[in-house]
């Protein structure tokens, strides 16, 4: 079975400031992973993703995640905050590419600082 | 605008109400999905449909009843909720079943009262 584990329920950052969200994951299998970002009033949307090949995928937004195999992490990070990123972001982890279900973590929102 | 629209936004109901949930989707997908968000807690996932086929019921008490008439609707019947129920309930949407990217709705916020 596939878990996801956020740390940090909570982030504050100031507006320009490195924004840098901690997923850990367990699988038994390489795994397939993703950020998903909910705005206030909104439902999820696909941020980034892994899947193979290059270990540091981009997403939209600025935003970026490195897939760590050896650490089993999967931190999304940018490198300046604007304030339109306040949101809630959402780790998650599928098994393989013929698993269909997705493992979300408890989810860290974040607040931007003017 | 995802192309997953759900409604009522907001529900409030008596724990001997029954009331139900709509969901539906423009995106010509295959796939429909009911998810739980509760405070803090990892998003749970209820049922999947795939070409209008239940294919995951995931241990979810029958006080929640899923049904799927066509591809484009989902729709979440609901029937003596606990107030441990309350939370937001989310639909999604994928092109096949097995797809990565989830389109969700806003979500219905539900109270049981």
């Known amino acids: 079975a596939q878990s996801v584990t956020q740390l940090g329920s909570h982030v504050s950052v100031s507006e320009g400031a490195l924004v840098l969200l901690r997923c850990n994951y367990s699988?038994?299998?390489?795994?397939?992973l993703f950020w998903y970002v909910q705005y206030p009033n909104q439902g999820l949307q696909l941020l980034l993703k892994?899947?193979?090949?290059?270990?540091l995928v981009k997403g939209i937004n600025g935003f970026e995640a490195e897939f760590k195999k050896s650490e089993t992490s999967f931190h999304l990070t940018k490198p300046s905050a604007h304030m339109s990123d306040a949101a809630e972001y959402f780790c998650?982890?599928?098994?393989?590419?013929?698993?269909?279900?997705?493992?979300f973590g408890a989810g860290t929102t974040v607040t931007v600082r003017a | 605008e995802t192309g997953v629209t759900q409604t009522p936004r907001h529900l409030v109901m008596g724990m001997t109400n029954k009331k139900s949930l709509k969901c539906e989707q423009h995106?010509?997908?295959?796939?429909m999905y009911w998810y739980k968000q509760s405070a803090k807690k990892p998003l749970e996932l209820m049922f999947v449909?795939?070409?209008?086929?239940?294919?995951e019921n995931n241990s979810v008490p029958s006080r929640f009843s899923p049904e799927c008439p066509n591809s484009s609707h989902l729709f979440l019947h609901l029937h003596t909720l606990q107030p441990e129920d309350s939370a937001l309930y989310l639909c999604?949407?994928?092109?096949?079943?097995?797809?990565?990217?989830?389109?969700f709705g806003s979500g219905t916020q539900l109270s049981v009262l």
């Open positions: 999604a949407s994928s092109p096949h079943r097995i797809n990565e990217k989830l389109f």
């Open positions: 699988s038994s299998v390489p795994p397939y």
């Open positions: 892994y899947t193979t090949g290059a270990t």
């Open positions: 998650a982890v599928r098994a393989s590419v013929d698993d269909y279900k997705l493992s």
């Open positions: 995106l010509g997908h295959n796939a």
């Open positions: 449909y795939s070409l209008e086929e239940r294919v």
